[in-house]
């Protein structure tokens, strides 16, 4: 079974550019989630997807950020303008359909440096 | 809110040593309780888990102890191997649906 995968793995830009993160989670999993991990920090939710559908996007920076997931597969995660303090690794997430299945599982994360 | 407290790192041991890395944790309920480990340049994997409170989680000789009267799930391992160098997070979620939340990590470091 493939895993979660994300593209690309490491992006560099400047402060005020735009920047698009990619996820395809696990083939049948419903629920896709989006992390943001600062440096010797621990991963924070920054949205959750149900199918096609926002779950949870209370920590995600509107002004900034944005992220869909059309039909329910792939996911893209944006930000305009970054600023030097989105330097961070995004981590992409996803979680099997129903049942009481507490495991996510993490692609390898791209890792943004903004300068 | 729901918090996680992980010991202050980097941690480091030499090869056979015996490891403990604490958590604490603050949430209302019984949340469900997560070791993930994560290695240089992988994602995050699942190490161990525990659901409800004096289950004992255990996993590639690993465990770790739900302990309610504590809010504690502190991680061990009794003999360190090399391969086991990464870093160790300490999670938390309310339902199975949820969001995780992570502590701040610890670095393990184990020396040949």
């Known amino acids: 079974e493939a895993g979660v995968a994300q593209s690309p793995r490491y992006k560099i830009i400047e402060k005020r550019q735009s920047v698009a993160f990619w996820c395809n989670p696990i083939?049948?999993?419903?629920?896709l989630y989006w992390y943001q991990q600062i440096l010797g920090q621990g991963p924070k939710l920054l949205i959750q997807?149900?199918?096609?559908?926002?779950?949870?996007d209370s920590q995600l920076p509107k002004d900034r950020f944005s992220a869909e997931r059309l039909k329910g597969v792939d996911s893209t995660l944006k930000i305009q303008p970054a600023k030097l303090e989105d330097s961070a690794v995004y981590l992409c997430?996803?979680?099997?359909?129903?049942?009481?299945?507490?495991?996510?599982?993490f692609g390898p994360g791209t890792r943004l440096t903004v300068t | 809110g729901n918090s996680v407290t992980q010991m202050e790192g980097p941690v480091t041991l030499s090869e056979e040593a015996f490891l403990t890395i604490n958590c604490t944790y603050t949430?209302?309920?019984?949340?469900?309780l997560f070791w993930y480990v994560q290695y240089p340049g992988e994602g995050l994997q699942l190490l161990l888990k525990?659901?409800?409170?004096?289950d004992k989680g255990s996993n590639k000789g690993f465990e770790a102890t739900y302990r309610k009267e504590t809010t504690s799930f502190h991680l061990e391992k009794g003999s360190v191997q090399v391969s086991d160098s990464a870093v160790y997070f300490c999670?938390?979620?309310?339902?199975?649906?949820?969001?995780?939340?992570f502590g701040e990590g610890t670095q393990l470091t184990v020396n040949p």
């Open positions: 997430a996803s979680r099997p359909s129903g049942g009481s299945s507490y495991e996510q599982y």
């Open positions: 083939s049948g999993h419903a629920t």
């Open positions: 997807f149900q199918n096609n559908g926002v779950v949870d």
């Open positions: 949430a209302t309920g019984y949340p469900s």
């Open positions: 525990a659901t409800k409170a004096d």
């Open positions: 999670a938390l979620i309310k339902t199975s649906g949820s969001r995780l939340t």
